[in-house]
């Protein structure tokens, strides 16, 4: 199967370069790289160099799907080509992501290029929507900390064992700022800091809000906080909510089960038995989930870990198109963490 990506020359699209490399069923073989075009890869990406691929500024190929790493409405703008062909796409960006285009244009300050084509695109979380993303063209890759975040929560949403109002923190490594350079990721800032960001609303939040609200059938306010620690890869997102009236003793005694039981069939998530680290979803695709519940306060506590360039990002392209693709889920995915 040949592939494409628009913008391989960020993190995500240079992330999903080399995981398609190690792929046995995927030849990459177009790939554009804007201000880089004419270039070989290896000249951006001396780890790539074994990829044989010249950039381009347009995909010069025949491609059996297409990936865009590019940013947010450039990315549906360069893609409505390909879905208007009938080719399968799969969009890392938040363009095809939320379903309402009033909602999308408060977030990201754009009209949609092709709102009508929001109701076509799938969220791609498989844990969520595996069905669906076997049987679809249009793939709204999810955002890295909505995917810890809902992860995070799903189990205890869908059992009803949480009231509808939660709160997210998230910290976050550099990389997930992208290669643009900025103030904010400047290394005399970040380095020996950590600073909360976008106190005002950010734009994950309706994304999480979107995703367990129809999850559960009614709205979940959801409170998001993102912080930028000095680390390059990785994202803890430290889930808080209020168990629902109707939790007994048992029922908190039996969470942990609840939420192996949801995740029994996905590969990509583990249950921990302790509080997971970053370091221990470095490189892979994994994201590790802890719940505790406090019942004292009658709070629970949720830990998920994962690594923002993998499953939150190009990983997560991977394990959609594997779907798409009638492939295995875990093709190409399944390398263990790099520790330390």
């Given at each position: 199967?040949?592939?494409?990506?628009?913008?391989?020359?960020?993190?995500?699209g240079s992330e999903l370069a080399?995981?398609?490399?190690?792929?046995?069923?995927?030849?990459?073989?177009?790939?554009?790289?804007?201000?880089?075009?004419?270039?070989?890869?290896?000249?951006?990406?001396?780890?790539?160099?074994?990829?044989?691929?010249?950039?381009?500024?347009?995909?010069?190929?025949?491609?059996?799907?297409?990936?865009?790493?590019?940013?947010?409405?450039?990315?549906?703008?360069?893609?409505?080509?390909?879905?208007?062909?009938?080719?399968?796409?799969?969009?890392?960006?938040?363009?095809?992501?939320?379903?309402?285009?009033?909602?999308?244009?408060?977030?990201?300050?754009?009209?949609?290029?092709?709102?009508?084509?929001?109701?076509?695109?799938?969220?791609?979380?498989?844990?969520?929507?595996?069905?669906?993303?076997?049987?679809?063209?249009?793939?709204?890759?999810?955002?890295?900390?909505?995917?810890?975040?809902?992860?995070?929560?799903?189990?205890?949403?869908?059992?009803?064992?949480?009231?509808?109002?939660v709160i997210v923190d998230s910290?976050?490594?550099?990389?997930?700022?992208?290669?643009?350079?900025?103030?904010?990721?400047?290394?005399?800032?970040?380095?020996?800091?950590?600073?909360?960001?976008?106190?005002?609303?950010?734009?994950?939040?309706?994304?999480?809000?979107?995703?367990?609200?129809?999850?559960?059938?009614?709205?979940?306010?959801?409170?998001?906080?993102?912080?930028?620690?000095?680390?390059?890869?990785?994202?803890?997102?430290?889930?808080?909510?209020?168990?629902?009236?109707?939790?007994?003793d048992n029922d908190m005694d039996?969470?942990?089960?609840?939420?192996?039981?949801?995740?029994?069939?996905?590969?990509?998530?583990?249950?921990?038995?302790?509080?997971?680290?970053?370091?221990?979803?470095?490189?892979?695709?994994?994201?590790?989930?802890?719940?505790?519940?406090?019942?004292?306060?009658?709070?629970?506590?949720?830990?998920?870990?994962?690594?923002?360039?993998?499953?939150?990002?190009?990983?997560?392209?991977?394990?959609?198109?594997?779907?798409?693709?009638?492939?295995?889920?875990?093709?190409?995915?399944?390398?263990?963490?790099?520790?330390?």
């Amino acid at each position: 199967m040949k592939v494409g990506i628009i913008n391989i020359t960020g993190y995500a699209g240079s992330e999903l370069a080399r995981i398609i490399a190690q792929h046995p069923e995927v030849e990459l073989v177009a790939a554009t790289g804007r201000s880089a075009a004419g270039q070989h890869i290896s000249e951006v990406f001396p780890h790539l160099n074994s990829l044989d691929l010249t950039l381009t500024e347009n995909l010069d190929s025949d491609v059996d799907i297409v990936f865009s790493a590019l940013p947010h409405k450039a990315s549906a703008e360069a893609l409505l080509p390909y879905i208007d062909s009938g080719l399968k796409v799969i969009d890392i960006s938040a363009d095809f992501r939320l379903k309402d285009p009033e909602v999308y244009k408060q977030w990201y300050q754009t009209v949609h290029p092709k709102p009508e084509l929001l109701k076509d695109a799938v969220y791609g979380l498989p844990e969520l929507h595996r069905a669906k993303i076997i049987d679809c063209n249009i793939i709204a890759n999810p955002g890295c900390y909505p995917t810890s975040a809902i992860l995070g929560l799903a189990p205890a949403i869908n059992s009803n064992m949480i009231k509808n109002d939660v709160i997210v923190d998230s910290k976050s490594g550099v990389s997930g700022a992208g290669r643009g350079l900025s103030l904010t990721t400047h290394y005399s800032e970040i380095n020996e800091n950590v600073h909360a960001y976008a106190l005002g609303g950010h734009r994950h939040q309706p994304e999480i809000s979107q995703e367990l609200s129809l999850l559960n059938g009614e709205e979940i306010q959801v409170t998001f906080t993102p912080h930028l620690i000095p680390m390059t890869r990785g994202i803890l997102s430290t889930c808080y909510a209020m168990l629902s009236d109707e939790m007994t003793d048992n029922d908190m005694d039996n969470i942990v089960a609840v939420y192996q039981d949801f995740y029994s069939n996905k590969p990509f998530v583990d249950v921990t038995t302790q509080a997971p680290q970053t370091k221990h979803t470095l490189g892979n695709n994994k994201c590790l989930v802890y719940p505790v519940v406090n019942k004292t306060t009658r709070r629970l506590t949720v830990i998920s870990c994962l690594d923002n360039l993998v499953k939150g990002a190009a990983g997560a392209a991977v394990q959609n198109m594997n779907l798409m693709c009638g492939l295995p889920e875990d093709m190409a995915l399944t390398g263990l963490a790099v520790y330390p």
